[in-house]
């Protein structure tokens, strides 16, 4: 079945640096999408891409629409404190339900 | 603002006793699910409804049952909680199948 690969699955890194994290799939998706999740709440949406090859920022974090349509990374530039969560990244074909992959843990070393 | 409401946002519960978790959305979306998220994994999906209509997972267990009043509400029953059931369950909503909008979760406790 379709099964999104997500690496990596912790990084430390220093505060202040940037971030790459990436979803790999074997089959075609229409819609990717990245979450961050905090402690003890819910998924939230960082950036949703629709179109193969779409670049697409949100203030330090920047995602980019995979141009094979299996693929998708997400990076954080110039990285801080609040930073620190899980990012899931999710995908979709068209008129259906999203998958997600297994989360990249992110810790900032002080 | 439009939301994702989950209540409560902490459970406590007896194993075996019947439990009811409830979401309520201002999106006006017509799609609404129910994940279980167990502690660094992944949220799996138990079921989803696309309007009226009821979607289970093929691996959602029997104990696991939902009821969607009207376009606004979802709950998630549990029958008989058993220890493996303590987790954390997040209400989701979509229009049609598009990007999902989360609650804040519910962590249920299985004493």
């Known amino acids: 079945g379709q099964q999104l690969n997500q690496s990596p699955q912790s990084m430390f890194i220093q505060e202040g640096e940037d971030v790459s994290m990436n979803c790999t799939s074997s089959s075609i998706f229409n819609t990717w999408l990245w979450y961050k999740q905090d402690p003890g709440e819910g998924p939230v949406l960082l950036i949703a891409?629709?179109?193969?090859?779409e670049l697409t920022s949100n203030g330090r974090l920047t995602a980019q629409f995979g141009t094979t349509r299996k693929d998708s990374f997400l990076n954080i530039s110039a990285s801080i404190p609040s930073d620190v969560g899980i990012y899931f990244c999710?995908?979709?074909?068209?008129?259906?339900?999203?998958?997600f992959g297994k989360g990249t843990r992110l810790h900032i070393l002080p | 603002d439009a939301m994702v409401i989950q209540n409560p946002r902490y459970q406590v519960t007896q194993f075996g006793k019947p439990v009811t978790l409830s979401c309520s959305q201002t999106l006006n979306h017509n799609v609404m699910y129910w994940y279980q998220q167990k502690s660094s994994q992944a949220p799996k999906l138990l079921f989803h409804?696309?309007?009226?209509?009821?979607?289970n997972e093929a691996d959602t267990p029997d104990n696991f049952q939902s009821r969607r009043p009207n376009t606004s509400f979802c709950f998630l029953d549990i029958r008989s909680p058993g220890l493996g059931d303590a987790a954390m369950y997040l209400c989701a909503t979509s229009r049609a199948y598009n990007e999902q909008f989360f609650g804040p979760g519910t962590r249920l406790t299985v004493l």
């Open positions: 891409l629709y179109k193969a090859g």
């Open positions: 409804y696309y309007d009226k209509d009821f979607n």
């Open positions: 999710a995908a979709a074909r068209r008129d259906d339900k999203i998958i």
